[in-house]
């Protein structure tokens, strides 16, 4: 089970959450809404929906036969490439309010290269001038091809030590920058991701992941023999599995390949976001790393935490993901914080059996099933506008008007925390320290109330600074005062004494 530590802290909030509702209350743990979120403790509680399913559309509606085993989307304008990798082609899809239609199906090119055709392709990038890249990986190839359809560079294996000669080249997945450079992900092949300079040219792997290894595995190693360290596994970094670029040309990288293990202890990354360098920028300051389900049960046939397969970004940096073990899609801001989720395993509208593939065309959200063949679209509701609504009058400072849809957010659903943390964060911008630590507390947000309490505590030094000092001079005199006091009263009894027994002698 996920984060054994923060469980026990659930199992914990549970008791307290349980024995303070009155009877008749069910708990968090029993909801089974369309959408929900997580509390502090890690508890799932329900919430207006922030996204709904509007349409589902498949090969059959579009007039044309059924995709099969469909493995990816790419969006450029109001157009939607799928990879129909079983039936050997491109399909492109022209956008039109809610109107779906077939544009053109791309099966074949021209230009100089032995094979005209695609075979099993995986994946699809169309660059703003229109150039369509394919990774063919039938025929081991990357193609670059201009938007009527002609050869411009057919790119095979590179010639490179860093790739292992004995293993075929089998690209997956393909992003290109503003520059013309392509980035790859290929089978088998677990450095990190290739990059491609314009001209094709290889030149070499960016972003590889780190390699997590316990102790008592190296220990082993260490003291086998020869012949049992070649029988062991190697430590290698793990695959990723899919990739996206924004628009400000970060690439965003998912991988399902990690341990259980991993996420209890924190290490996991299912996504990280790369730099120029290939350094993992990704901001996780959510309090749980971004990989989906924070609970979870094993049944129905569904095991294990959350498997990522495909994540898509929007321009105010809120990404959203999809796990393809329980059908369900997962929206996180630009600090990492989970804004909500939604979905479910099934057939009905907005449930999935193997989400594949989700991407975006303004805030509508188009996700596709490898095994229905369908795409589902989803629009953004008034609950989720004004989340985003929040997020975006935050980030370009005008913390008033974020506050208010902060406020909003709440009158529609009081559980949602992230609503008190921004209201906070809004109040801190704004300087007015006491009441943001008024909503921190109620989150137990310690990180931003200790923020808060410094600015508290400097500001109210700063303005009662004349008091300040005269009390500190007083408390200085206080000493002085007191010692001349028990002097005088010293000198007072001596000279009473002294008075004393002169009358007797």
């Known amino acids: 089970m996920k984060f054994k530590r923060k469980i026990a802290a659930a199992l914990l909030g549970a008791m307290v959450v349980i024995a303070a509702c009155p009877a008749g209350v069910a708990s968090a743990t029993e909801v089974n809404s369309y959408t929900y979120n ?44 799928v990879v129909d990798t079983g039936n050997n082609r491109i399909v492109e899809i022209a956008v039109e309010g809610e109107t779906m239609t077939v544009a053109r199906e791309i099966t ?47 790119m095979g294996k590179p010639d490179s030590p860093l790739l292992d000669p004995e293993n075929p080249f089998e690209p997956d997945k393909i992003v290109v920058d503003r520059a013309g450079r392509m980035f790859v ?30 102790l008592i595995d190296l220990i082993k190693k260490k003291f086998s023999t020869k012949a049992q360290r070649e029988q062991m596994v190697d430590f290698v970094p793990t695959e990723y599995n899919n990739l996206y670029i924004d628009s400000k040309s970060f690439i ?76 369900r899609i997962f929206a996180y801001d630009d600090q990492g914080h989970l804004l909500y989720c939604f979905g479910g395993p099934g057939n009905k509208l907005g449930y999935f059996m193997y989400p594949i593939s989700i991407v975006h065309i303004g805030t509508d959200l188009y996700v596709l099933d490898t095994t229905t063949g369908g795409i589902t679209r989803f629009a953004r509701t008034e609950f989720g506008n004004l989340i985003h609504s929040a997020l975006d ?52 947000d310690d990180e931003n109330y200790s923020r808060a309490w410094k600015y508290y505590r400097k500001d109210w030094i700063e303005n009662n600074l004349g008091y300040v000092i005269v009390v500190l001079v007083v408390l200085g005199f206080i000493p002085v005062i007191i010692k001349k006091i028990k002097k005088i009263r010293w000198e007072a009894r001596m000279q009473y004494e002294f008075e004393s027994e002169s009358k007797n002698k």
């Open 108 to 154: 074949e090119f021209t230009g100089e290269s032995e094979v005209l055709t695609l075979l099993t392709p995986r994946d699809v990038y169309v660059d703003t001038n229109g150039d369509i890249y394919i990774t063919d990986q039938g025929n081991f190839r990357i193609l670059h091809l201009n938007k009527d359809l002609e050869l411009i560079k057919e």
């Open 185 to 214: 992900l290929a089978k088998n092949v677990n450095k990190g991701v290739m990059q491609f300079e314009p001209d094709g040219e290889f030149v070499g792997f960016i972003g590889a992941s780190e390699v997590t290894v316990s």
């Open 393 to 444: 009058e935050y980030s370009v400072g005008d913390y008033d008007a974020s506050a208010k849809h902060w406020e909003k957010v709440l009158a529609m659903n009081g559980n949602y925390e992230l609503a008190y943390i921004g209201i906070g964060r809004s109040l801190l911008r704004q300087q007015n320290y006491e009441e943001a630590m008024e909503y921190f507390k109620v989150m137990r």
């Open 38 to 81: 997580y509390d502090y403790w890690g508890l799932e509680y329900e919430s207006p929906d922030a996204y709904q399913p509007i349409s589902y559309t498949d090969g059959k509606a579009l007039g044309i036969t059924a995709f099969k085993q469909a493995q990816g989307m790419f969006v450029r304008d109001n157009s939607i490439y």
């Open 252 to 327: 965003y990288c998912t991988t399902d390949n990690f341990a259980e293990a991993d996420l209890d202890a924190g290490t996991a990354k299912p996504i990280r976001k790369l730099n120029s360098l290939g350094g993992d920028i990704l901001i996780r300051n959510g309090g749980w790393v971004p990989s989906g389900d924070w609970y979870w049960d094993d049944a129905a046939g569904m095991n294990g935490p959350s498997r990522i397969v495909d994540i898509t970004a929007m321009d105010d940096e809120t990404y959203y993901v999809a796990d393809r073990i329980r059908g």
